[in-house]
């Protein structure tokens, strides 16, 4: 145990003491204790209960001050307002290190008097150096040393490389159930569900997840996470070593809000987490299937060393699903066969097989026999253009599954080093063929479709351990904002940014602006306009009016001093008519822009992963296509380049239909700075440059709105 | 047996022969007999084999003609070059109505002296009046008399109300193989393959499963179609009755070339496939998973009256992950339970349980015993807003699963009418419980996803039908086209439309076209414009430059008599650059009209579905956001407004950003037009509208281009 974090307590304890144990099977307390034994846990256990002397055959004690040996884990599930006067007996014993709390009736109900009830428990636990996990939370399983405090029911003690982590104990408890009803019982090392979160939290478990030896794959379902900047800083340094498979609720609205009222969990914008994830590395699933899955592939088989999946078969309905499910994710290719390969199979196969009808996929027609699977499967593995094969088959009844099976394995033995999954379809029959594969690592799926998905999972690692090694990982600068009396005056006035201050701020920052002059006269707006030159456009200065156009404060393309003088007075008028307490401070006037493409630049302070910048084609495009792409800062030029691109409108800035092609380098570069800003001022909510006219050499940012908080 | 069509003969022969019936299990004609005499098929069976007395324990006969008794169904499982002499056995007997003809090497091999082989058995068997399925084919099954022609291993007689049609054996003996792996084996009525279709096809089995009265719900796996059109004609006529569920290859583009190398099945386009399923009211399923838990789902419950549908939970994270997965299709809403639904509520579940936090979710809390599951569905199926429920489970080790599910099914037992579905997480000990709920028709399903999915096909199949009710079903009528000469003329002349001529062909159809005139020289051109009025447009007319604007042969916003002059040699020399060989016929003169919102309609003829119309913006919005609808034509008025209210863009045109709202009547209208158009003229290969300029009143077409059938 040479491991550093201290919730070893709770993974390694010598001893175990459960209060609350019960023989009564309605009771959790009945179950914990049934688990431990079931588990057959290493250590000592030590039933607490004053109505017994013995409970499933284990000595029982009246409290835990009354256990005459060393306890190092307490594991609790008594009625909330029992638990303080639990904690203090621990405390008082002086050897107690951790304590899961499995009851429920704290922080979650939202109760005031309960929510103190947890502070109190926590306080005490503090004071004498206790760690608690939960309450409310069915609390962790190590298989290592048959650990197991959680009350659900029918789990086996299988040994694995995959960790799981789940912020609902039903869903935890269900991967578990689920993965044991596998072909093999999939194993898993550690699991925890750590509940309200009062001391030890999901953070602080993936922490010990990564730097634990057993641990391969690390699975989690969560609902919202509260600190995604540290989050996804623990992410990053996981991802060399191992996966990171999560499935988050979320894809929808109405899953969005179900899973804001599910123990008050803090969810913010999917669109956002999906972004941070595919950031990192981390493999977001769709479904408890898919989770489910991708962890078992994961587990079982080596990453590919590129993304072409050749798809084998004798079965063409089957087979052609899988391709088709492959199709559906873009960074998948069909191989192509070599010639040689091509030639080694059809010399082998009968002859009604299809080879090369369609791109790196073969049919070797019904009539294939268990040795042409396994010499077709060598075959293709052997060829250079390949990094992975989904083998499926629907075996005719004259065929053999075990003794095809067993060929296959013996084609494998080698390890090419290549990862193949399987799915044989279907029925009893060839449940024991699964078996003998998986017991041998190759991942077995129900579907052609869910075999191919697993394994264009694994391209997806591929791809993202690849991008790891992006040697632009330099990182932009700080930049010493010789503008920051600007944001401290701002707030001390407890408004946001004026237009003119965002303009000088950004442009300390290098982002090119329009020519422009802060004027509170028509005589000034007229001399300005001169030294600017015509056309220029006058916009409103009030910090009481955020949206300009909607205002009619918003005058373009003037043309000379009278327009100038009309345009002038009807934006205060149509200002004064939007809100009559608004104060006017002025009228900005800027050079009138040639016309560009417009883009959109913004940033914004996400309350799970703080500064995200957002980039996007500007008026309908973010609007109603919502075409915009995310990324949590900083961001380096590489990731910025990378967001343009992966825009569906990116074809119009290179070009498409004629229109001008637009200078990638000077919007990526403008990124970068807009995440610069956000990092360097912590101050800044929001920012939202809109828009961003880009030219063939150039951008320059037209409207610049920067919001503070100042609430 | 009232049914009238002939393919009873192969549903329900009194008599079998199998010919290539044998001892050796490694071969089909073995297996055919056992699953003949494994599902008890309750008529005659002669096995034929010329080294055998007896074969699993019957009477085995050297050919055909030794049989004495009626024959009326034959399945011939040997060497291909040897089916013609059996079928002229047959043939010759005269009491033969029906071969199945299991052996390749036909057709689907291409080799020249193969396909003759199958001409050739063909002709004698309609010679005879002997209908064929297959060959190269699995047959057919009938729970019903224990019928079963396929050499599928290990599938159970087991009626029910589904009957299955597959263009792939295996994909179709996966589905058996695995409907019968479900806690309740799922029950077929029929089932067929069909093959090469060398005499009957899908179409016509389609047909036969449509008068069936066993067959509630057709389930199918497609990789494509030969007749599109009568295909969906005799499915619209199925679908008030019954449910049609496909699974159709082609979602990706490896997927439709994969597809297109198997038996050589014609593709397509997918995008028309889906528009054409959607319009008749096909349930199009993405997964083999969703196909059978879909046709699990139609065969076990009523249908919704509405799209509201509930989820019941004691589990937070899988009962959101099921809310979730709702979401995603946007049809279903989540309901506004009453007043009174959420106080009986309350009154009956534990105190921690949360009833209205996020609209139509229960979390009924882990206290929740078996009874709170079963009372709380029946006020939740009381409530006048809900149209189904969804109760997803995560069962505690201290519940029952078989009193839960006991306790449940007495609550359906009132049959409510909505449909209900079910998730019970998981393992091996629920299994029991399931199939208790399955057996009383309750669908249950693995994960709440594909539970949530599920019910979500149901309210697809309600809309359907309720769709199915529009009372706007009035077809356009055909007109005289008084302008059909113009077709005729360019036909002759092996060319396309001229550009004046497709103008006169659509004004006839009623489709509004700018001012325009046909001339020969700069002088008439000058006149033209003269009585038009300026700003014109000119564009060349040539029967060899399809793609003007590439050539360099249009010239927008011309405003004079000398800019005119200019244009008008410009275009021609442009036109004679790009292609020196082009027969230059004159130059266009057309009205510049005034700037509007680009649409585009567009019309084809689809080589599965005949004339399909295409709606979409123009410009970008088609080319690079592929933001276009296609609906196969005829087209009524009301299904013209629900294409142009489908498209993404669709805020575009009622006035998003402060662009004007246009006329959808007016659009609507000339889809309708150009659908009638193609119809009338099936000469017509393909009508490109582009753009349509749409108005607050009014559309325009600025320019067409009609491709003839020249081939």
Redesign the interface.
Same mark, same amino acid.
């Given at each position: 145990m040479a491991m550093l974090s201290n919730l070893d307590n709770f993974f390694y304890p010598q001893s175990v003491a459960v209060v609350g144990a019960t023989e009564d099977?309605?009771?959790?307390g009945?179950?914990i204790l049934?688990n431990l034994l079931d588990f057959n846990f290493s250590g000592e256990i030590y039933p607490v209960n004053p109505k017994r002397e013995n409970i499933l055959g284990l000595k029982a004690y009246k409290d835990l001050t009354s256990i005459p040996h060393s306890v190092e884990l307490v594991v609790i599930t008594i009625p909330s307002d029992e638990v303080p006067k639990v904690m203090r007996q621990a405390a008082d014993r002086g050897d107690v290190r951790a304590a899961v709390i499995i009851a429920?009736?704290f922080a979650e109900?939202k109760i005031p008097e309960r929510v103190l009830l947890q502070q109190e428990t926590v306080t005490i636990a503090k004071e004498a150096g206790i760690r608690i996990i939960g309450p409310n939370c069915v609390g962790v399983i190590n298989t290592a040393n048959g650990l197991n405090t959680t009350? %659900? =029911?029918?789990i086996k003690r299988i040994p694995g490389n995959i960790s799981f982590l789940?912020?609902?104990? %039903?869903?935890?408890?269900?991967i578990l159930?689920?993965s044991?009803?596998q072909p093999i019982p999939m194993g898993f090392n550690k699991w925890a569900h750590v509940g309200n979160q009062a001391d030890v939290n999901v953070l602080e478990v993936l922490k010990y997840y990564a730097q634990d030896k057993g641990t391969k794959v690390i699975a989690m379902?969560i609902?919202g996470i509260e600190n995604g900047r540290e989050f996804l800083k623990v992410v990053k340094e996981i991802i060399p070593e191992k996966s990171v498979v999560i499935?988050k609720?979320?894809?929808?609205?109405?899953?969005?809000?179900? %899973? =804001?009222?599910?123990?008050g969990s803090i969810v913010g914008s999917d669109q956002v987490y999906s972004a941070a994830f595919d950031q990192v590395g981390i493999i977001r699933v769709?479904?408890?299937?898919d989770l489910l899955d991708t962890t078992k592939a994961l587990a079982m088989q080596p990453l590919p060393k590129g993304n072409r999946i050749a798809?084998l078969t004798? %079965?063409?309905?089957?087979?052609?699903?899988a391709?088709?499910?492959?199709?559906?994710h873009s960074y998948i290719e069909?191989p192509d066969f070599t010639q040689i390969t091509k030639e080694r199979l059809k010399a082998i196969l009968p002859p009604?097989a299809?080879v090369d009808? =369609?791109?790196?996929?073969v049919?070797m027609s019904?009539a294939a026999m268990e040795h042409h699977h396994a010499e077709a499967l060598q075959i293709i593995l052997d060829d250079v253009n390949v990094d992975g094969v989904i083998l499926v088959t629907?075996?005719?009844?004259?065929l053999n599954p075990q003794i095809l099976a067993e060929k296959l394995l013996a084609t494998l033995k080698e390890k090419p080093d290549k990862p193949v999954v399987m799915c044989i379809?279907?029925?009893?029959?060839v449940q024991e063929a699964c078996s003998l594969l998986e017991e041998n690592s190759i991942p077995t799926f129900?579907?052609?479709?869910?075999a191919a998905r697993s394994i264009a999972r694994l391209v997806q690692r591929t791809i993202y351990l690849n991008r790891a090694n992006d040697t632009d990982t330099i990182q932009p600068t700080s930049i010493t904002c010789t503008e920051h009396a600007i944001i401290s005056k701002a707030l001390a006035e407890k408004r946001h940014l004026l237009e003119p201050e965002a303009i000088k701020l950004i442009t300390t920052y290098g982002l090119p602006t329009v020519p422009s002059a802060f004027t509170k006269t028509t005589e000034e707006a007229k001399h300005a306009a001169s030294s600017i030159g015509y056309p220029v456009v006058l916009k409103v200065v009030s910090p009481d009016i955020l949206h300009k156009t909607d205002a009619g404060a918003v005058r373009l393309n003037i043309c000379n001093d009278k327009e100038l003088e009309q345009a002038y007075n009807e934006i205060l008028a149509n200002s004064k008519r939007y809100n009559s307490q608004a104060r006017i401070e002025g009228i900005l006037v800027c050079k009138q822009a040639t016309p560009g493409i417009e883009t959109i630049i913004g940033g914004k302070v996400d309350p799970q992963f703080g500064p995200v910048i957002m980039f996007g084609l500007g008026?309908?495009f973010v609007?109603?296509?919502k075409?915009v792409v995310f990324r949590v800062a900083p961001i380096t030029l590489n990731e910025a380049r990378t967001m343009i691109k992966s825009i569906?409108?990116y074809?119009?800035l290179v070009g =498409?239909?004629g229109k001008m092609s637009v200078s990638i380098e000077a919007l990526a570069g403008a990124i970068v700075k807009v995440s610069q800003l956000m990092l360097d001022n912590p101050e800044i909510q929001e920012v939202d440059l809109n828009p961003v006219n880009a030219y063939e050499q150039s951008i320059i940012v037209l409207d610049a709105r920067i919001i503070l908080d100042v609430a």
């Open positions: 099977p309605s009771k959790s009945h179950q049934r429920s009736g109900t009350f %659900a =029911a029918n789940s912020q609902s104990g %039903a869903m935890g408890a269900s159930a689920f044991q009803g379902y609902e499935l609720v979320g894809r929808s609205e109405v899953g969005s809000s179900a %899973a =804001a009222s599910h123990t769709e479904t408890l299937e798809v004798e %079965a063409g309905g089957p087979g052609i699903a391709v088709d499910e492959l199709g559906l069909m009604m299809l009808h =369609a791109r790196g996929y049919d019904a629907v075996l005719p009844g004259f379809l279907a029925g009893d029959w129900m579907t052609p479709e869910r008026g309908i609007e109603i296509f075409d569906k409108g074809p119009l =498409a239909r």
